[in-house]
């Protein structure tokens, strides 16, 4: 186990060095490929993700734009999916590969269902999360 002192300045070197990356990126130019090969509906996403402030991309990536406010029509709805508040055994949302947790807010979404997600609930779509 590492001390606590060591993957604190790990920690800082690698932020300090997503800082450096960001400073160079120019607004207005976040993922200037994404979507070029994709559906139609996911380009016209990626496209109000754009034109989103330079404040609002930056605070909010754009895999959980497109995972969550873009997407909803594309979804299960909580009833169909068998939402539950509550885990299923060790299965919960939390664990499951569908599930993604936003950085600075700690919203979870899901890519399956159209509603945010809690980390103890369960739906029958629940598949183990690999790393």
């Not at 002192?5 to 200037?32: C, D, H, Q, S």
Request: neutral net charge; proline residues 7%.
């Amino acid at each position: 186990m590492l001390p606590v002192a060591k993957i604190a300045r790990k920690l800082a070197a690698v932020a300090g060095a997503i800082e450096k990356m960001n400073a160079n990126i120019a607004p207005g130019n976040f993922y200037p490929s994404a979507g070029i090969d994709a559906q139609p509906e996911v380009q016209v996403a990626i496209e109000r993700f754009r034109r989103l402030s330079n404040e609002d991309r930056a605070a909010l990536p754009l895999l959980y734009w497109l995972l969550n406010a873009s997407t909803p029509e594309f979804k299960m709805s909580p009833a169909d999916a068998e939402y539950q508040d509550g885990p299923h055994g060790s299965q919960a949302c939390g664990n499951c590969d569908f599930a993604f947790k936003h950085v600075k807010s700690g919203t979870m979404i899901c890519s399956q269902i159209s509603v945010p997600i809690a980390a103890h609930s369960w739906c029958r779509l629940w598949s183990m999360y690999n790393e």
